[in-house]
């Protein structure tokens, strides 16, 4: 229910959505919340504005973390609500790509070591310049790679590099993590996995854990969807007043 006059004192604000009134000063001080307009007696008196932003910065901690949800509150209080709109079109758009990135990296990290122990061909090895078209990356990251030790092409007497199936495994591995978001570091070890083991059990696990993640992320994000809806409302309101 809301109040009569249309405001709330700091603690019953924080009553209301599950903060203490310490915890609701500080997210106003960071922004998170618009500044409160202060009663006769100075004391802070906030509205079904503040409220609803509140609310929106906890849905948005679940789907992005206390730290971006913080970062991202006070652009989403402040900014036109057109702005406001296309940066919550982002979140979605952002979570999207990263579970294609993450797909992506499963499905190339079947195929890798699915085709892995075919028959493979003299004839049949790459140059970089087949390789790097072959994966869709520039000649510089298979040079990159192997520089950091990922990838290890053959090498002739006139220098040129060239591609058999071990070194086309392990560029098509690398390539599909990349893909995923992991970093060189990661990618390393998971190498060293594949070529003491000749599996990749641990990083497909982690990669699976990142898509359920994903997936947990998206539904917060779908959760806090009310709550901004009401938050970029009242600004509409609060604009065309």
């Known amino acids: 229910m809301n109040p009569p006059d249309g405001s709330l004192s700091t603690a019953a604000l924080?009553?209301?959505?599950?903060?203490?009134?310490?915890?609701?000063?500080?997210?106003?001080?960071?922004?998170?919340?618009?500044?409160?307009?202060?009663?006769?007696?100075?004391?802070?008196?906030?509205?079904?504005?503040?409220?609803?932003?509140l609310r929106a910065y906890r849905a948005l901690a679940l789907a992005l973390g206390p730290v971006p949800a913080r970062r991202l509150m006070p652009a989403?209080?402040?900014?036109?609500?057109?702005?406001?709109?296309?940066?919550?079109?982002?979140?979605?758009?952002?979570?999207?790509?990263?579970?294609?990135?993450?797909?992506?990296?499963?499905?190339g990290l079947g195929v890798?070591?699915?085709?892995?122990?075919?028959?493979?061909?003299?004839?049949?090895?790459?140059?970089?310049?087949?390789?790097?078209?072959a994966l869709g990356v520039r000649p510089s990251a298979l040079r990159h790679w192997e520089s950091e030790g990922l990838?290890?092409?053959?090498?002739?007497?006139?220098?040129a590099r060239t591609y058999g199936a071990?070194?086309?495994?392990?560029?098509?591995?690398?390539a599909a993590l990349r893909a995923g978001g992991y970093g060189i570091p990661a990618i390393a070890r998971v190498l060293e996995q594949l070529r003491a083991h000749g599996g990749t059990g641990e990083v497909e696990q982690i990669l699976s854990a990142r898509l359920a993640d994903l997936t947990r992320r998206s539904v917060a994000l779908l959760g806090a969807a009310g709550h901004l809806h009401e938050l970029l409302t009242t600004a509409a309101e609060v604009g065309a007043s």
């Open 112 to 133: 890798a070591m699915a085709e892995a122990g075919d028959v493979f061909a003299s004839e049949d090895a790459m140059t970089i310049g087949e390789l790097a078209d």
């Open 76 to 107: 989403l209080i402040l900014a036109p609500v057109d702005e406001a709109a296309e940066r919550v079109d982002l979140m979605h758009a952002e979570l999207a790509a990263e579970r294609r990135r993450v797909k992506e990296a499963l499905r």
């Open 166 to 174: 071990s070194a086309i495994t392990e560029a098509r591995v690398s």
């Open 151 to 159: 990838v290890r092409p053959d090498r002739h007497a006139s220098t």
């Open 14 to 53: 924080g009553r209301r959505v599950g903060y203490s009134a310490q915890q609701v000063r500080d997210l106003e001080a960071l922004g998170v919340i618009p500044a409160a307009a202060r009663a006769a007696n100075g004391y802070r008196r906030y509205t079904c504005r503040h409220e609803a932003a």
